[in-house]
C-alpha cells in the first residue's frame, strides 16, 4: 500500500487560511490504513483547522467529507456535489489521489495535506515499512524475496557493501541491512550458492529514471 | 605473468614484489598544493598513492583532478571511484578522463552513503554498483566498447582493483564476496584496515582454500592508530570496522605521549606477521592526516627501499 504521513499542520494551515471556503477530503484506503488520511482523519483535521480559524479570526467554512479512493473516477460520484461547490480543497490522499482532485477540478486549487513517503506494509499495528519503489523490472525472484532497490540504502544489486554490520545497516542501527537479510533468505532456501551469481547492470529505463511510465490495457 | 597495462602496481605487484601503496584525501579547497606536499612526502616509499573520492561523503577536490596534479609531479596515483554520485555516463567518461592523463590504475568503490558527510540531504546516485564499475572497467578496457555497445577508439589502459572488507558481515559470504568481486574483473584488492589479524587470517585461509590468491592480487590495509581516542572512535563509530578489546588496552596501558608511537609499533607488528600470511602480496597504508609517517612505517617493516620499475 501507499504509505503517508500528515504535513505539519502549521504547513497545512499557511497553504489554505487564505480560502474563504474549504473541503477537507479523506481516501479511505491506503492512507486510511496509516490512519492519515482515511475520512476519520479528514474530519478530525476539519475540525482542528475550524478552531484555528476562529483563534485567528478568520471566517473560513470549512466542511469535511471523503471517498472510498481519490485515483479512480466512478468513487467520486458520491462527492460530485460537495465538490463542485468547494473553492479549495485539502486533499488527503496520497501524490496520486490529490493530482486526480487537481486534473478533475481544473479551476479548484487542492493542496496536499500528506507528505506521501513510500511503498509500505504494515509490518505490525502502527509500524510501516518501505518495500518497494516501483523501478519497473522486479528483480525479487533472485534476491531471496528482499527488494535492493528500496531497502538498500545504496540499492545494491550485489552487495552487502563493507558497512553492513550486526545485521544492520552503515547509515543507522534502526535499519537492517537488506543484504543480511537476503543472504539469510537464500541460506534458508539452500541456495547459498547463488550468491555469487553476479547480478546484471540494471536497465534504469524502466524506473522512474525513463520518464513518466503508464500502462494500458489494450482490450478496454 | 602478461603484463596488460603501464600500471606501475600492476608491475610491481606483477613483478613478484609486495607492493606497497598508500592514500591521500585531496582538499577541501580549490588549492591542490596540499595534496601535492603530501604526495612528494611519501613517493620514494611507496609504489602508487590512492587518492580518495570523495571520502566518508564529505565534498573535496575531485579524486581525477588531484590524480593530474600528482601524475603532473611524476608521481604515480590511484584513482579512486565511487559510484554514489555519478552515473555510467559521468563513470565511463572519467574513465577515459583518466585514462587520457595516464592514470592507469582504479579502485572501485560504492562510496560511504551520503548521510555520513557534509550533504547529508543530497540525493544519490548508485546507477552501477561497485561490482558492476569493475565489469565496465575491464569492458571498456578488453572490449574496447563502451556500457551502450559503441565502439571505443582508443581504449583506457587501466588496471583495476576493489576493496574488500573481511569484517563487515555477514562473515560467511566475504570469501565468496570476493570471488565475486574477481569474477567481475577485479585485479588487485585493497582491503579494509587489519587490527584483528586472527580474523584477517581466517579470512585469507578461505581464500587460499579456494585458490583466490591466485587469481588476485591482495594487499592488507593498514592504518596506524595515533591515540586510544581514534582506536576507540574506529571500534564504535565506523562501520564494518573490527578493533579488537586487547588493541585498545594495548594503548590504554602506555602513557599519552607514547600511544602514537605504540600505534607505529602496532602498525609495523601487523605487516611483518601479515607478510607471512599465504596469498597477502602487499600493503595498503592509510595513514589518515599522518601522512609523514608513512616512510617510517615502510622502513621499520622492511619494505624500503621500494623495486625500481621503469
Ligand atoms: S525490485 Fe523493483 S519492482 Fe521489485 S520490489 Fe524492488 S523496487 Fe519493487
Ligand atoms: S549496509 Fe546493507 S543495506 Fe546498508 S548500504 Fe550496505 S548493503 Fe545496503
Known amino acids: ?220 | 605473468m602478461e603484463i596488460k597495462t603501464n600500471s606501475k602496481l600492476e608491475k610491481v605487484l606483477k613483478g613478484g614484489h609486495i607492493a606497497v601503496s598508500s592514500e591521500c584525501g585531496p582538499p577541501r579547497s580549490s588549492d591542490a598544493s596540499g595534496i601535492i606536499k603530501k604526495g612528494h612526502l611519501i613517493k620514494n616509499h611507496v609504489d602508487c598513492i590512492n587518492i580518495t573520492d570523495n571520502q566518508t561523503s564529505v565534498t573535496r577536490l575531485c579524486s581525477l583532478a588531484a590524480c593530474i596534479h600528482l601524475k603532473n609531479e611524476g608521481l604515480e596515483p590511484v584513482l579512486q571511484m565511487v559510484v554514489r554520485d555519478r552515473n555510467r555516463i559521468a563513470l565511463q567518461s572519467d574513465i577515459l578522463g583518466a585514462a587520457s592523463f595516464g592514470i592507469n590504475s582504479m579502485l572501485c568503490l560504492s562510496g560511504d552513503h551520503q548521510s555520513f558527510g557534509d550533504h547529508p540531504k543530497a540525493q544519490n546516485v548508485f546507477d552501477l554498483d561497485s561490482m558492476q564499475l569493475l565489469q565496465t572497467v575491464r569492458y571498456m578496457r578488453d572490449e574496447g566498447k563502451f556500457l551502450g555497445g559503441d565502439t571505443i577508439k582508443e581504449p583506457p589502459n587501466i588496471f583495476v582493483g576493489a576493496a574488500a572488507n573481511p569484517f563487515a558481515d555477514p562473515f560467511k559470504i566475504r570469501v565468496p564476496r570476493l570471488a565475486k568481486k574477481i569474477a567481475a574483473g577485479a585485479e588487485f584488492i585493497q582491503t579494509q584496515c587489519v587490527y584483528n589479524l586472527d580474523k584477517f587470517e581466517l579470512w585469507m585461509k578461505g581464500v587460499v582454500e579456494r585458490g583466490l590468491h591466485e587469481k588476485v592480487f591482495i594487499m592488507a590495509g593498514i592504518t596506524p592508530m595515533r591515540s586510544v581516542g581514534m582506536a576507540k572512535y574506529m571500534a564504535r563509530a565506523v562501520p564494518g570496522m573490527d578493533v579488537p578489546e586487547e588493541l585498545i588496552k594495548r594503548l590504554s596501558g602506555v602513557a599519552k605521549d607514547k600511544q602514537a608511537e605504540e600505534g607505529l609499533t602496532i602498525a609495523v607488528e601487523a605487516i611483518e606477521r601479515l607478510k607471512e600470511c599465504t596469498g597477502v602480496r602487499g600493503f595498503h597504508i592509510m595513514a589518515i592526516e599522518w601522512e609523514e609517517k608513512v616512510p617510517e612505517i615502510v622502513e621499520r617493516s622492511g619494505l624500503y627501499p621500494r623495486p625500481k620499475i621503469d
Not at chain 1, 481519490?70 to 456535489?81: I, Y
Not at chain 1, 496520486?96 to 478533475?104: C, P
Open chain 1, 1 to 220: 500500500m501507499i504509505v503517508g504521513e500528515q504535513k505539519p499542520f502549521d504547513e497545512i494551515w499557511e497553504m489554505v487560511k487564505g480560502h474563504k471556503q474549504l473541503t477537507v477530503f479523506g481516501c479511505n484506503t491506503c492512507v486510511a490504513v496509516c490512519h492519515q488520511g482515511g475520512n476519520k482523519e479528514a474530519e478530525i483535521l476539519a475540525s482542528l483547522l475550524r478552531m484555528r480559524a476562529t483563534q485567528e479570526g478568520l471566517e473560513i467554512e470549512i466542511k469535511n467529507g471523503g471517498i472510498e479512493r481519490q485515483c479512480e473516477h466512478p468513487f467520486f460520484e458520491s462527492a460530485k456535489e460537495l465538490l463542485d461547490q468547494s473553492e479549495a480543497v485539502l486533499s488527503l490522499a496520497c501524490g496520486i489521489g490529490v493530482q486526480f482532485v487537481a486534473e478533475k477540478y481544473m479551476s479548484t486549487p487542492v493542496y496536499p495535506a500528506l507528505n506521501t513517503t513510500f511503498l509500505g506494509d504494515v509490518k505490525q499495528d502502527g509500524f510501516f515499512t518501505e518495500k518497494c519503489q516501483a523501478c519497473g523490472d522486479c528483480v525479487l525472484g533472485v534476491t531471496g524475496g528482499v527488494c535492493p532497490v528500496s531497502r538498500c540504502c545504496k540499492r545494491l544489486f550485489n552487495g552487502p557493501c563493507g558497512g553492513s554490520s550486526n545485521g544492520k545497516c552503515e547509515i543507522s542501527k534502526d535499519i537492517d541491512c537488506a543484504w543480511q537479510l537476503v543472504v539469510d533468505r537464500l541460506e534458508a532456501l539452500g541456495k547459498l550458492d547463488d550468491y555469487e551469481k553476479l547480478a546484471p547492470i540494471k536497465d534504469w529505463s524502466k524506473d522512474r529514471a525513463g520518464g513518466p511510465r503508464s500502462f494500458k490495457l489494450e482490450d478496454f
